[in-house]
């Protein structure tokens, strides 16, 4: 059993950066692909970012490439996701996930097993 806590949402104004954090309960942590969501009003939730256990494989969705980053302290059992550059359409509950699969990366939630409440993240033009 895995759980896992969000943190670090809010309101930014375009442009502007914010990094969330995901706190993992559970000793195998270190075997979960990590992987992080979002999903605004409206539409279906979205794959950002995954970080396979070693974080020797790291994926991203092609439109956020450049400006999102995701890390992991295998120490601490957190994941990160620095965000930069941040625009309005940015806007939506980002969730983190941890899922059992690893490679290749899982882009889908359905191939996650556990999930965060969530952290709302608001980018204002």
């Known amino acids: 059993q895995v759980q896992l806590v969000e943190s670090g949402g809010g309101l930014v104004q375009a442009g502007g950066s914010l990094r969330l954090s995901c706190a993992a309960s559970?000793?195998?942590?270190?075997?979960?692909?990590m992987g992080w969501f979002r999903q605004a009003p409206g539409k279906e939730r979205e794959f950002v970012a995954a970080?396979?256990?070693?974080?020797?494989?790291?994926g991203y969705t092609d439109s956020l490439k450049g400006r999102f980053t995701i890390s992991r302290d295998t120490v601490k059992n957190t994941v990160l996701l620095q965000m930069n550059s941040l625009k309005p359409e940015d806007t939506a509950v980002f969730y983190c996930?941890?899922?059992?699969?690893?490679?290749?990366?899982?882009?889908?939630?359905?191939?996650?097993?556990?999930w965060g409440q969530g952290t709302q993240v608001t980018v204002s033009s």
């Open positions: 970080a396979s256990p070693s974080s020797s494989t790291i």
């Open positions: 996930a941890a899922s059992s699969r690893t490679l290749p990366l899982p882009t889908r939630p359905d191939d996650y097993n556990y």
């Open positions: 559970g000793r195998t942590f270190s075997s979960y692909t």
